[in-house]
């Protein structure tokens, strides 16, 4: 598991931040909840009791701080999955939501070691 976690971090084009809120999906006619664990401008580390694989494609809905709005992604790839959690690529966001969430990660994303829970 170690060398699959390295090829993938290896493969990261864009920095990643340490994070937890609670997220919204949708596929097909499932829906559920989960959290997010991690987050960047390109996709998101989720764990969720929802069943997905490599190659589905969801909806996603999550706020980065509860006096927000939330974003929605249109269309996201399960990049993919084990056990309850997976990584999801963004592929469809408002450019409003896209802006805002490069915000959010360029101002929290000096230290890999602190936590942002909301």
Same mark, same amino acid.
């Given at each position: 598991?170690?060398?699959?976690?390295?090829?993938?971090?290896?493969?990261?084009?864009?920095?990643?931040?340490?994070?937890?809120?609670?997220?919204?999906?949708?596929?097909?006619?499932?829906? %559920?909840?989960?959290?997010v #664990?991690?987050? /960047?401008?390109?996709?998101?580390?989720?764990?969720?009791? @929802? !069943?997905?694989? &490599? %190659?589905?494609?969801?909806? #996603?809905?999550? /706020?980065?701080?509860?006096?927000?709005?939330?974003?929605? @992604? !249109?269309r996201? &790839?399960?990049?993919?999955?084990?056990?309850?959690?997976?990584?999801?690529?963004?592929?469809?966001?408002?450019?409003?939501?896209?802006?805002?969430?490069?915000?959010?990660?360029?101002?929290?994303?000096?230290?890999p070691?602190a936590?942002?829970?909301?």
């Amino acid at each position: 598991m170690e060398s699959h976690q390295k090829q993938i971090g290896e493969s990261r084009a864009s920095e990643r931040i340490a994070l937890q809120c609670s997220i919204v999906l949708a596929s097909g006619i499932q829906v %559920g909840e989960g959290q997010v #664990l991690n987050m /960047s401008d390109r996709g998101c580390l989720v764990e969720s009791s @929802v !069943s997905v694989k &490599a %190659g589905d494609c969801l909806q #996603l809905r999550f /706020s980065l701080h509860e006096s927000e709005p939330s974003m929605r @992604v !249109s269309r996201a &790839a399960v990049c993919w999955a084990q056990g309850f959690r997976f990584g999801v690529e963004f592929l469809g966001m408002e450019e409003k939501d896209r802006a805002r969430l490069n915000r959010f990660i360029t101002v929290h994303g000096g230290d890999p070691w602190a936590g942002i829970y909301y």
